[in-house]
């Protein structure tokens, strides 16, 4: 397995390569979620690219940039074991440079949710991935539901600037009990991870009310019945295409939370 360390020498290898190239962008601490992406990968093409860069124009400030989970060695193993053909591994220092020209998320799309309680982290969210996809040049492109805003966002940047690049939506995975896998649950104590298990619950109860009903009201008051958390900051219901949603459209909702608990900050969803 190849490791690659400077936008120069992936792009080298990159163009040495003859074939279908699926591509994994991580921020690294790879769990179960990002072994099903590049699993989905593998099956799918000639050559599988990861990369792991823990993008510091995503995070803002006083967010978790320092503390995030790195674990280098770690990653390598689990990508050597998966059949990955190579790892991309930049460093900010050769990822950006200073007075950029800048990618700007949607003003209502990259605002809203995420982007309300994340202000400006799509745009770095997207300001990277245009670099990763101008290096890669992947044929597709592996993303996890788990991050369903993020997902949309991706591929709206993919039309919106015409990549030649296929997004994949992969599955959120998650441990027995219901929790989605996050490189972020590392944070949590035994006790929190108790009430984090509140937020699947609550999505798994809304998936089955929302086949009964399409009251909207009446799904989210059962949810925070049951969740457990320390500061909610959104249910929301939207379509596939991240517009606001009133009542229920089977096959085309998404169910989100975003809360905290303890100084954690957790995401998770589920599709209708
Ligand atoms: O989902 C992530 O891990 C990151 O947002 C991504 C897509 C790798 C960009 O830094």
């Not at 072994?35 to 990968?41: E, Q, R, V």
């Not at 995420?114 to 290096?135: A, C, M, S, T, Y």
């Not at 799904?219 to 457990?228: A, R």
Request: glycine share 6%; aromatic share 10%.
């Amino acid at each position: 397995m190849k490791i690659l360390k400077t936008p120069k020498e992936a792009q080298e290898y990159r163009n040495s390569l003859k074939g279908n190239i699926g591509f994994v962008p991580t921020m690294g601490a790879l769990h179960e979620g990002h072994l099903s992406l590049i699993k989905k990968a593998r099956e799918e093409n000639d050559y599988v690219i990861v990369s792991i860069f823990v993008n510091p124009t995503q995070f803002l400030p006083g967010e978790d940039l320092d503390k995030y989970p790195r674990k280098l060695q770690a990653d390598f193993e689990i990508c050597k074991r998966a059949g990955v053909d190579a790892v991309f591994t930049p460093n900010a220092k050769n990822m950006y440079s200073d007075d950029e020209i800048l990618i700007k998320a949607p003003k209502i799309k990259g605002y809203i949710l995420e982007g309300f309680f994340r202000p400006g982290h799509f745009d770095g969210v997207l300001q990277v991935v245009n670099k990763l996809f101008n290096i890669i040049k992947p044929t597709k492109a592996y993303f996890g539901k788990k991050d369903a805003q993020q997902l949309y966002l991706i591929n709206q940047m993919v039309k919106n600037f015409f990549f030649d690049i296929e997004i994949i939506p992969v599955d959120t995975v998650r441990e027995k009990d219901g929790l989605a896998l996050s490189s972020r649950n590392v944070y949590l104590s035994t006790e929190e991870r108790k009430r984090a298990l509140s937020i699947s619950k609550a999505l798994k109860r809304a998936a089955k009310l929302s086949s009964k009903t399409d009251n909207i009201e009446e799904i989210k008051k059962e949810m925070e019945k049951i969740l457990d958390v320390d500061k909610l900051q959104y249910i929301a219901f939207v379509d596939r295409d991240f517009n606001y949603i009133n009542k229920i459209i089977p096959g085309n909702t998404i169910i989100l939370i975003a809360a905290y608990i303890g100084s954690t900050r957790l995401i998770d969803n589920i599709w209708i």
